[in-house]
């Protein structure tokens, strides 16, 4: 259970922090747990050198919290924190789906395209993980398309405290069905070249997103 970015196959070192990051976002580490390096390095079968050092990265990342007296804790976020995180993340992600609607090249487009039509193959199979996988790669082959540097280092840094919510919005069904007709219109109005179109669909997507979330939520009393 690898959660790949766009890069060359990983050492002991990345390989290690990939998959510390999959457990916190996949939820196999809960929200508020404390990472314990001695059982992590068991379950990975690494030493702890690179256990702390994907804390470490994780911590910088904003996916853990580091907290005098307790340790590394996995990131849980307030309720406040979750609005204003996804009021600013549609924002963000409007914004790069505009400027990618006009400024896509060809060969990127070809990309996205392939990366879609391997994620409806997982929707179809049902493989919530692998969708994720290549559901974030989509976003930020959309984010990199807006070719604002600027821009994508803002939105790497939101979106860093996001990714275990954004993955369990799949959780319900109904939501993952809705999630991949919004990435279908995507697609679409990156072919037609339709910045207002793109900015619309992704920020519709960012909400749909925020409310399945809260739905999901509530019922376990998320901290107010």
Known sequence: MILSEISTPPNLHEQTFLQLKAMIVEGEIA????????????????????????????AADGLVELINNRGAIALQLKKEDVLHSFELMAELEGFSGELAAKRISKEALSE????HYEMLACHSRKDLSGYYKLNSQIHQHINLAAGNPVLANTYAQ??????ALRFRSNQDQAKWDEAVLEHEEMVAALKAADGQRMRKVLM?????????????LEPQSLNK
């Open 158 to 163: 939101v979106n860093a405290r996001l990714q």
């Open 112 to 115: 996205i395209e392939a990366l």
């Open 204 to 216: 519709q997507h960012l909400e749909n997103k925020k409310n399945a979330i809260l739905n999901l």
């Open 31 to 58: 929200p508020g747990s404390k990472l314990n390096e001695r059982a992590l390095a068991e379950t990975l079968s690494v030493s702890r050198t690179p256990i702390r050092e994907a804390i470490r990265r994780l």
